[in-house]
């Protein structure tokens, strides 16, 4: 899946609307909350701050905001961009500032499309790497077999530790790309845990 490396931003401007707008990789939607929320502080003078974001490996999760201006005039046009650039896990606000003149819808569209491809376009687009949270739970005598096949696929151990009740009995929390997650599940299962 692609997303992109950091935040970038483009400029943009119609019959004396100012539109600036900004691209932001992100996790989640508390991430998401986090920048509209600077961005509303910050530019707070703003017209309107209208944005459309995508999460998740499929794209699965995904929503746009006209932030007051018509209807679909500019989330719309703005998630367009992110499904054109084919990345996810972004999110692209643009912020305008009224010129004074009205745009109509198709020049509302046009600039909100324009301004998310600049930011996209000034975006190092990158390659993300998915991973398969497990848990796996084993006795001490399988620690070995179980960290060589961790080993193996690469996996990141994200938590350690033995059962108070138990010494012998372990558990370790471990992330596997997600490429090679059946695999892994097949090798471990060869363990009996």
Known sequence: MTTIQEESTGFYKEKGSKFLAFAYPVEN???IKEKLNVLRKKYYDATHHCYAYILGEEQENYRVSDDGEPAHS???????QLRAFKVTDVLV?????????NLGMGGLMSAYKTSASLALQDAKIIEKIVFQNFELCFDYLQM??????????EGKITQQNADPT?????????????KNAI????????FRL
């Open 29 to 31: 939607e508390t991430e």
């Open 74 to 80: 500019a989330g719309i046009p703005i998630w367009g």
């Open 93 to 101: 606000v643009v912020v305008r500032y009224y010129g004074g003149i």
């Open 144 to 153: 070995n077999n179980v960290m060589k096949c961790i080993k193996e696929f």
């Open 166 to 178: 138990n010494e012998l009995h372990c558990k370790i929390s471990v992330s596997i790309e997600k």
């Open 183 to 190: 695999v892994f599940i097949e090798k471990i299962k060869d």
